[in-house]
């Protein structure tokens, strides 16, 4: 039974290793942004990528929806965009007979893989026809709930917040992202990778590595990786060191943060470091891992005060701050 | 095959139980090693901390000698803090949680040991925890305890070593006020200074043929171990002194028998030089000349001889009781030679010498007692002087006694010094000693001189100063609080020193308002100055 565990553990990082080579024949760099989109994949969460524009977010979600073989839909968020052109809605139709039938016309939300494409670009109200899809895999329209098809991924793209005709994500939108990953300008040798690729008559292609069932099965075999109650409880102590003025609070967290993770972030910690232990070829979670996978896991969720955000604190140096300070043992 | 399921399960079982002995044992060797390496570096570092105590106090005592009874309580208290201190913190457990952990980060495990124990403490009923366990077993195979626990010494260590070290060195100084306190050696409860030792040696060598010698030493012995103290220490010695000198006055007397016995021996051309010899005191020297004139007998003209035995025989009738065997020895020389006897002359005249001799042995031992005596009192007088130093107030320095203040310069005598042991000397030089040792009388110079401590005669004289006139500060008027802000009391309210019409005379409104100052400053200009009060109309 052991070597049972031992090939399912080696396939799951076959699989993984194809796909993000796949993958890496498209994207130049971001090594770790791809490992991470695809972990979160795996980890049945969603993925918010935030850069400014023409950094190949949009080329990273397309071609990972080549990669698997799943339904992709794109939606490109647009001010004027409303809640109803994502998530369909009834339309009245004339039947064979003569007789007007009320149909459900779906929209784009119906998709395995779904890139929301500029998301801060819509309204609030737009952005949170998300929230049902994101986190119960279902979407309301009347009285009817319609269940998504299983895998569901979503793939956000943003802009910075400081650029003109954004709006900022609600709060109750940022928890739903497992991940959130910053894309950052490629380095000159990467560069030169790039327009190698991109400026000839020839454009790389990918196949198709991944299907549907794989991927539901390798879901499985993260949840299946055990973890120690030690490791599991750093991951709640880094978690609740987030949070202002508590026991546990990490001092940066108590100064520049109005609130912090919500056990989302915990969850997302142990999921994440699940996959990073199997990505390593190990059967257990190590503190390693949760260190690994605690910047993408709780950047997001990391909500600063108004002190924060007027000396210009990222998160992610509290969250330097808290993984430095959080003890692995009490 | 139906059987052969129970049977790999068993063997399922014994391998699991295998790896969890495995991982037991390893974490348990881990445990005693991580245990007796802290102990090490616990004791190490105590140690370090502990040593610095005893080595500071030794430097210390190296400086101002630390009494025993006071080095033995410090050291002994240091020594149970210390043993109290080592027990509590050499009380190490060591769970296998943290050997798993230590060992973890020592062989770069990432958290596989202490997962592994974490789930043999907690089992679980999971493939992926036995393939774990497995895996950990194969990973733990590899180990070797003794490298990753080397028991390297802990640098504590060479700290704790420099400081006993030291220590140790401190003690084996050869240096005359160091004690070694590896032999349970350390300074007496009192020390007797350098010259106080002296005096004390030299009182023990002068009286050294007899008891008082060995109750001095008792004195200084039982003061130097704080049998007693320095007050019943001088009392003591004030005591000895007392019975020391009981004998000075038997010397006294001795001196003035001779003396008597020389005014009548003069008379005689023979035994004239004896009388001097006896005036001088000097008894040994008469007993030579009167036996040089016993051995001159036999060609002594006759007159002499008369004059001889008419000098010896009013001598030995004039000469004091104390030297009754001398005044015997003269008698028979007196009747030999009214004998005209010259063989039984000489005879009686050796014995004489021969009394003269004991009574030159007599005086000299009752000399050297009154040296010792003389010696005492210095002691006795320092001793006091020690004691009172700490007591001594710089006022009291500053401000002399009226004694000190009639220009008495020394020989001032201690307050519990003997009365009887003489007057001091007094001669105005300051050195000699304030013990009022007696030296009239003996004519003996004393050995060691030894004075008061010197003391400076201040007197203090009142003087007045006189003031300068000088130009002085210009007068500054300082804002009222009631010139900065309005008052809170209402103007009516307030109690007025003005009369009626004074009252009057403001508050008429025909009165221009700018000129109610002018008017104010009238009354108040005309107020009489004495009265301070307002003004009687």
Known sequence: MSTAIEQQVEGFQNQFTAVKQEIAKVIVGYDDIIECAIMSLLASGHVLLEGVPGLGKTKLVSTLSEVVHLKFSRIQFTPDLMPADITGTNIVREGEKGEKILEFQTGPIFANIVLADEVNRATPKTQSALLEAMEEQTVSVGKTTYKLEQPFFVLATQNPLEMEGTYPLPEAQLDRFFMKLKVEYPTAGNMSTILNRTTRLEEPHVTRVLDGPQILDMRKTVRSVPIARPIQDYAVRIMMATHPNTPLSNALATRYARCGSSPRGAQALVVGGKIRALLNNRVYVSCDDIRAVAYGALRHRLLLNFEGEAERIDTDTIIKGILESTPETL | ?537
């Open chain 2, 1 to 537: 095959m139906v059987g052969s399921l129970p049977n790999r399960s068993k063997r399922k079982n014994r391998g699991a139980m295998a790896d969890k002995d495995f991982i037991i044992g390893l974490l348990e060797r881990v445990r005693r090693r991580v245990r007796s390496e802290q102990r090490f570096k616990v004791i190490y570092a105590i140690l370090s901390g502990a040593l610095i105590f005893p080595v500071l106090l030794k430097l210390i005592d190296l400086f101002s000698p630390i009494k025993g009874l006071a080095v033995v309580v410090l050291l002994g208290i240091w020594a149970v803090a210390t043993t109290v201190w080592l027990i509590r913190r050499t009380r190490i457990q060591v769970s296998l949680d943290q050997a798993a952990e230590n060992l973890d980060r020592l062989a770069h495990l990432q958290d596989q040991m202490k997962t592994a124990w974490w789930f043999i403490d907690h089992p679980q009923s999971s493939e992926w925890v036995d393939v774990h366990l497995q895996r950990t077993v194969r990973s733990a195979g590899t180990l070797k305890v003794e490298t990753l626990y080397p028991g390297s010494i802990p640098k504590t260590f060479h700290r704790a070593f420099a400081l006993m070290a030291v220590f140790v060195i401190l003690n084996f100084l050869p240096l005359s006020e160091n004690h070694n306190w590896f032999f349970l050696q350390g300074a007496p409860p009192f020390q007797l200074s350098r010259t106080d030792q002296a005096l004390a040696d030299r009182a023990k060598k002068l009286l050294e043929k007899s008891d008082a010698a060995k109750e001095l030493e008792k004195i200084i012995g039982d003061l130097e171990h704080g049998k007693i103290s320095s007050d019943a220490a001088q009392q003591q010695i004030s005591d000895l002194r007392q019975q020391i000198d009981g004998g000075n006055l038997e010397l006294s007397n001795i001196l003035d028998g001779l003396a008597s016995i020389a005014n009548q021996l003069e008379h005689s051309s023979a035994l004239a030089p004896a009388a001097e010899a006896m005036s001088a005191g000097n008894a040994a020297e008469a007993a030579e000349e009167i036996r040089s004139v016993g051995e001159n007998l036999g060609v002594t003209p006759e007159d002499v001889l008369r004059e001889m035995q008419k000098s010896m025989s009013q001598a030995a009738v004039n000469s004091p009781a104390s030297l009754q065997e001398l005044s015997k020895r003269m008698q028979e020389t007196s009747d030999s030679l009214k004998n005209n006897d010259p063989e039984a002359g000489k005879v009686a005249l050796d014995k004489l010498a021969e009394s003269l001799d004991k009574l030159a042995q007599r005086m000299k031992d009752q000399q050297q007692q009154s040296q010792a005596s003389k010696q005492l009192a210095d002691l006795q007088n320092s001793l006091h002087q020690e004691a009172a130093a700490g007591e001594e107030s710089a006022e009291a320095q500053q401000s002399p006694s009226p004694a000190e203040g009639a220009g008495k310069e020394s020989g001032a005598p201690s307050p519990n010094s003997n009365p009887s042991a003489g007057t001091p000397s007094g001669n105005g030089q300051g050195s000699k000693s304030s013990s009022g040792s007696n030296t009239s009388g003996s004519g003996l110079p004393a050995e060691l001189s030894l004075g008061d401590t010197t003391k400076l005669d201040v007197q203090l004289k009142m003087e007045g100063l006189k003031g300068q006139a000088g130009k002085g500060g210009q007068p500054q008027d300082f804002e009222e609080a009631s010139k900065q802000e309005r008052s809170a009391m209402d103007y009516r309210n307030v109690p007025s020193q003005l009369n009626p019409a004074q009252k009057d005379a403001l508050n008429q409104n025909r009165l221009p308002r700018e000129q109610r100052e002018i008017v104010k400053y009238y009354f108040e200009e005309i107020r009489p100055r004495s009265a301070g009060g307002p003004i009687k109309q």
